[in-house]
């Protein structure tokens, strides 16, 4: 019986019993049921997980980095004529671009790895996600991969581009000046280019609503403030 439960471990002692059998053990089935009981194999239960959905537009005010993230994508095209689809993201409170992430197609997993990947170098993942309503958003992976890590995920109303205002405004200044300003001939390219533009624009470029300070001056500010805080704790 141990050996089947090892094996099995998701097996109740009914399945158990039935597998015992087929081995040409047979036991009544209440003393297969007490002697699992005896050594412990009894199931436990998976904790459910339930993904927590918000939709519309009133979104809780961002008061801290990595408490929302805002994700969308930009469409562009190769100097072929071939398809790119760029996912983008922001943090909503520093204004720091998060991914220019350019790439054939982007379903689910692929998004998620994104995300995984960002929140391994800043991290820690958002509390928050918003986003559209698009397909790899409201996958049944996504909604998964949300429930699991405790994220929240606020959808904006359908046809509404300006609820999610923050990376969409980032989409524009990406467009303006960086994907309309290059031509690529690969996907290698494209990502090496926007990386680098990313970088600038996070650490160099100034920005007029930050009272011209760049991203990261801004998300350092919040460093220190914690840091005050913390001293005088």
């Known amino acids: 019986m141990n050996a089947i439960a090892s094996e099995r471990r998701r097996f109740g002692y009914r399945k158990i019993g039935i597998l015992l059998r087929r081995e040409g053990i047979v036991v009544n089935h209440k003393r297969v049921y007490r002697v699992y009981r005896e050594e412990g194999l009894a199931v436990l239960r998976r904790r459910k997980r339930h993904v927590r959905v918000a939709r519309g537009n009133t979104p809780p005010p961002v008061t801290r980095p990595n408490e929302r993230w805002s994700v969308d994508f930009i469409a562009d095209t190769f100097a ?55 397909p790899e958003f409201t996958s049944h992976a996504m909604l998964r991969w949300a429930a699991e890590r405790d994220i929240e995920l606020h959808f904006i109303d359908p046809g509404k581009p300006m609820q999610n205002g923050s990376v969409e405004s980032f989409n524009a200044r990406a467009r303006d000046e960086f994907f309309n300003e290059h031509v690529f001939t690969t996907l290698d390219q494209a990502r090496t280019t926007a990386g680098d533009w990313l970088a600038d624009f996070n650490d160099v470029r100034p920005h007029q609503s930050l009272r011209y300070r760049t991203p990261t001056e801004y998300a350092s500010t919040f460093t220190k403030i914690l840091t005050s805080q913390l001293s005088a704790a």
Do not use: Y
Request: aromatic content about 6%.
């Open 80 to 134: 072929s004529g071939r398809a790119m689809r760029v996912m983008t993201m922001v943090d909503d409170c520093t204004h720091e671009g998060l991914a220019v992430e350019p790439a054939f197609s982007f379903p689910s997993l692929a998004v998620i790895r994104v995300l995984e990947a960002v929140a391994l170098q800043r991290g820690c993942l958002p509390r928050i996600l918003k986003f559209d309503n698009g």
